[in-house]
């Protein structure tokens, strides 16, 4: 299986010790887990602007990308423009692409802060990816599996 880390959550991904991404990292370097990825320009830049380039590259070297074409992104992010909620065409786009259900993403329920509920109920949608959204280690379970990557 393969998992798309949103931007919004980079801050809480590259904590090793952040409580509810240590299941994403035991997932990811024991089970086999990967996260779907792809060069696109804007892709690119939230990554780098995030301070993730080392972790991208180090990622990429270890077989922990599934890198695809940044073209067919592209495409299909402009297919979405105006066609959903969220302004997030190229997630929505690389889910698409890459036919991956499981996004990580980020909301603090306690504080009430509930993420990013536009690009959530775009990714949930069943007439677009029809997916799952992973915010807190209690999905871990049921969203993490061992399944490879479509």
């Given at each position: 299986?393969?998992?798309?880390?949103?931007?919004?959550?980079?801050?809480?991904?590259?904590?090793?010790?952040?409580?509810?991404?240590?299941?994403?990292?035991?997932w990811l370097e024991e089970r086999g887990?990967?996260?779907?990825?792809?060069?696109?320009?804007?892709?690119?830049?939230?990554?780098?602007?995030?301070?993730?380039?080392?972790?991208?590259?180090?990622?990429?070297?270890?077989?922990?990308?599934?890198?695809?074409?940044?073209?067919?992104?592209?495409?299909?992010?402009?297919?979405?423009?105006?066609?959903?909620?969220?302004?997030?065409?190229?997630?929505?786009?690389?889910?698409?692409?890459?036919?991956?259900?499981?996004?990580?993403?980020?909301?603090?329920?306690?504080?009430?802060?509930?993420?990013?509920?536009?690009?959530?109920?775009?990714?949930?949608?069943?007439?677009?990816?029809?997916?799952?959204?992973?915010?807190?280690?209690?999905?871990?379970?049921?969203?993490l599996t061992k399944d490879t990557c479509?």
């Open positions: 299986m393969c998992i798309i880390v949103d931007t919004n959550t980079f801050h809480k991904f590259k904590d090793p010790n952040n409580e509810d991404m240590e299941p994403v990292w035991t887990g990967k996260i779907a990825y792809a060069d696109t320009e804007k892709l690119e830049e939230e990554w780098n602007r995030a301070g993730m380039r080392n972790l991208r590259n180090r990622l990429r070297q270890t077989g922990k990308l599934k890198v695809v074409s940044p073209q067919d992104v592209e495409e299909k992010a402009d297919e979405l423009k105006g066609k959903i909620k969220s302004n997030d065409e190229q997630i929505i786009a690389l889910a698409l692409v890459t036919g991956v259900k499981i996004l990580i993403s980020y909301a603090d329920y306690e504080s009430g802060q509930k993420g990013d509920s536009d690009l959530f109920d775009d990714f949930r949608d069943k007439s677009l990816v029809g997916g799952r959204v992973y915010t807190r280690k209690v999905h871990a379970r049921r969203m479509p």
